[in-house]
C-alpha cells in the first residue's frame, strides 16, 4: 500500500480508527503497508494538525495501536517518515509550533501551486538546521525499530525537505550540499546514514524519490542514467535497501531513447529493489491538480502491461494507492480473477475512509 495522506489522525496521533483503516488492507492480501507520511520530531516538520506524527509517548502508543492490528492481520508495515520543509500551510503553523519558521535548504518556495518559480519564503538552512533535521530523522527511526515496526520509509519525494536538497530550483547552496546533483544528494545520504546507525545493521530503510513536485508536475530532477547514477550513488553508500521510484504514471519511460520506467533504470543502476508506483489499477486518471471529474482520462495501460514490465525485472515490488482507497479488497480480488469485482476509483473516493 502507498503512502497516502488521510487526515484522520486528530491532534497528530492515531487511533482505533486509522488501526482499522489499515488492518483492513492487510487483511486482504496487502503485504506490507507503507503508512501516510508522519511527521519527524522537528519543529518544523508539520504543516497539518490532523497528520499523525511520530513523535511523543501520545502518538507512538496510537502507532503501536495501529501496528499491532496490521500484524494480527498478517501483514507487515512500515511509517514513512516526512519533513515538509517549505511546504507548509501558514495557519497550521500558527497552531502547531507558533514562531517556528520553515525551513529549506536555500528558504525558496512556492507561495502556491502552479508558480513558475520560487520565492524567498524563509533563511538557508545553517549547518546546525542540517545536523538537527538529521538527528531528528535518526531518533524517529529508532523508535520505530522500538516499537517492533518492519522498516522504514523516508520521504524523499514531491518538493518536500529532502527534496528540496535535491532539485537545482529550491537548492542553490554553494557549500557540501549544492551544486553537481551528487553533493545535493549528500543530504539526503547523511539522514540515511544516522537512520542505519541508529536501528540494528538488517533493519530494512525504503527511500521515496521522484522527478515530479508537488508544485511542478513537470518538474525533472535527473535528465539521463548517468544523472541518476550520481545521484543514486550516495544514498546506496550509507546503506538504502529499497528504492520507491515515485511517478505519476508507472509506464511512461524515464528518458528518451529507452522503454524503461525510473523504477526498471533504478534497479538496472542500483542493484537494489525498487518499488514501482503511479495510478496502478486505476481505469481513469487525472490530468491535473483539479479532482473534478471533467479532468479524469481513460487509463490506457492495463495491469498485464505490469506484469510484462515485472517480467522484465523492471521492480521487485508494486505499490498501488487510490486503488486501494476505493475498494480495500482490490489485492484479493486481482490476485483471484476478479478483476470486474474492483470498485472503480472516483474523486469522491478520496474523502472514503474505511
Known sequence: MAPMTRHRAAGGIPTHENAAYYARRAKA?????????TWIPHASAGNHMSVPRF???DALAGWKVVLDAVHDAGGRMMPQLWHAGMVRNPQDMAVLNPGVPSIGPSGLGFEKLGDAAPAKLS???SLADVDGVIEAYGIAARSAEQLGFDGI???G????LIDQFFWNVTN???DRFGGKIRNRSQFAAEIVRECRRTTRSDFPISFRFSQWKVANYGAILVHNPGELEQFLDPLLMAGVDILHC???RYWDPAFDRSPLSLAGWTRRISGKPTVIVGSIGLDRIYESRHFEPANYVANSAPLDRLLSMYANDEFDLVAVGRALLVDPNWATKVRAGRGREISPFTPKARDIYY
Open 55 to 57: 513523535y511523543g509517548a
Open 246 to 248: 515515485s511517478t505519476r
Open 157 to 160: 519525494g514531491h518538493g518536500y
Open 153 to 155: 520509509e523516508i520521504h
Open 172 to 174: 542553490k547552496r554553494s
Open 123 to 125: 533563511r538557508p538552512m
Open 29 to 37: 492480501d496487502v503485504g506490507l503497508i507503507l503508512s501516510e507520511g
